[in-house]
């Protein structure tokens, strides 16, 4: 069986002291800092998640900006080919009037001098049957 003496007394005495001790030296100060690094830790991860957050959010903005660009630029791409296709009609418009008109005044320049031809040729005619039948009779 177990004696109770004064050593078995002594010693719990000794154990608590040694207990209460080692609890103000040791093990107060080292929960402290790991509270402490529980804390920072918690705080940073805090600020990861806002800043990640924060990320993503500027990513939405910048991809719905970027697609309102490009559907801008689809829309300018639209009315500027629609206004090309507008001054290309005009233009050609333009010069097919001009080369109506530049053919039309050929024309009247041509039949003009047709008309000169034909009545230059015509006084001419007379003189052109006379030598050719002088020529005719002449060899005969």
Not at 10 to 22: E, G, P
Not at 66 to 82: D, F, N, P
């Amino acid at each position: 069986m177990i004696d109770l003496d004064w050593t078995f007394f002594a010693q719990l005495v000794n154990f608590l002291i040694i207990l209460t001790v080692l609890n103000l030296i040791l093990f107060r100060p080292i929960r402290g800092i790991i509270k402490k690094r529980a804390e920072v830790m918690s705080e940073k991860l805090g600020s990861i998640e806002a800043f990640t957050a924060q990320a993503e959010s500027k990513l939405e903005n910048y991809k719905a900006s970027l697609s309102g660009a490009r559907v801008e630029a689809q829309q300018m791409r639209v009315s500027l080919k629609a206004e090309g296709t507008e001054a290309e009609a005009a233009v050609l418009s333009k010069a097919g009037a001009e080369a109506a008109e530049k053919v039309a005044a050929a024309r009247k320049e041509i039949d003009g001098q047709k008309q000169a031809a034909l009545k230059a040729l015509r006084n001419e005619v007379a003189g052109y049957a006379k030598n050719v039948a002088d020529k005719v009779l002449s060899k005969a």
